[in-house]
């Protein structure tokens, strides 16, 4: 029982270049959830699919795509990378709203 | 929009003190507030979730507490440890109609043998 798991750990970007992160969850829970992690800022929430087949935007959406592509799927598109994305990218799970959040380990990315 | 402050500056205390970390909101009333823990490099781990109607939740040497009227929560650690030592976020129900969470920046606790 894996939990959440992010793929890739580390990656590193020209600017202007796409890229797809992948999140996936074992826990049949049925909300997932991105957010970016930058220093002094906090966690803030990109996008979130509160059940298969919905997404939603959060806080901070421009210049990022999702797909929630079954269930335990949910990956975030960078589309034409910047510097301002560089950060710390979080996926998580949830068994329904309201309740606790499970993270994965993150992926570090650098937009140069 | 609502706002969430938690201190930023670290806190520092002695091995088997209490900790007591404060995270305060303002224009908003959060149905239910929850409290995460995160070490260095790794995502947030969930500690306890106090709902508006609950005044105080126990978990081992963690106790917090939910004050919907100062709009405020306080986070306690008894006996503190060491291996306590890491950034503790605040975190409450979003105000965006579905129940997301909008984070604290998290403050650093560091426990010195």
């Known amino acids: 029982n894996a939990g959440v798991t992010q793929t890739p750990k580390f990656q590193v970007l020209k600017t202007g270049q796409s890229m797809t992160l992948q999140c996936a969850q074992d826990?049949?829970?049925?909300?997932m959830y991105w957010y970016r992690q930058d220093p002094g800022m906090g966690l803030r929430l990109i996008y979130y699919?509160?059940?298969?087949?919905?997404?939603d935007k959060g806080e901070v959406p421009n210049g990022y795509n999702v797909s929630r592509l079954n269930k335990r799927e949910f990956s975030l598109r960078l589309e034409s990378a910047a510097p301002s994305q560089t950060s710390v990218y979080f996926c998580?799970?949830?068994?329904?709203?309201?309740?606790?959040?499970?993270f994965g380990p993150g992926t570090r990315l650098t937009v140069t | 929009s609502q706002k969430i402050e938690q201190n930023s500056e670290a806190l520092n205390i002695q091995e088997g003190k209490t900790a007591t970390l404060t995270c305060n909101y303002t224009?908003?009333?959060?149905?239910?507030l929850q409290w995460y823990r995160q070490d260095p490099g790794r995502g947030p781990v969930f500690l306890l979730l106090?709902?508006?109607?609950?005044k105080e939740k126990r978990k081992e040497r963690l106790k917090v507490t939910f004050d919907t009227t100062l709009k405020q929560s306080l986070f306690h650690i008894t006996a503190s440890q060491p291996a306590d030592s890491a950034t503790y976020l605040c975190a409450l129900e979003g105000d965006s109609g579905y129940s997301t969470l909008t984070f604290g920046k998290g403050t650093m606790l560091l426990v010195s043998p």
């Open positions: 699919s509160a059940s298969e087949g919905t997404t």
């Open positions: 106090i709902r508006e109607n609950e």
């Open positions: 224009n908003y009333s959060p149905a239910y």
């Open positions: 998580a799970a949830e068994l329904a709203g309201g309740y606790e959040q499970y």
């Open positions: 826990m049949n829970h049925n909300s």
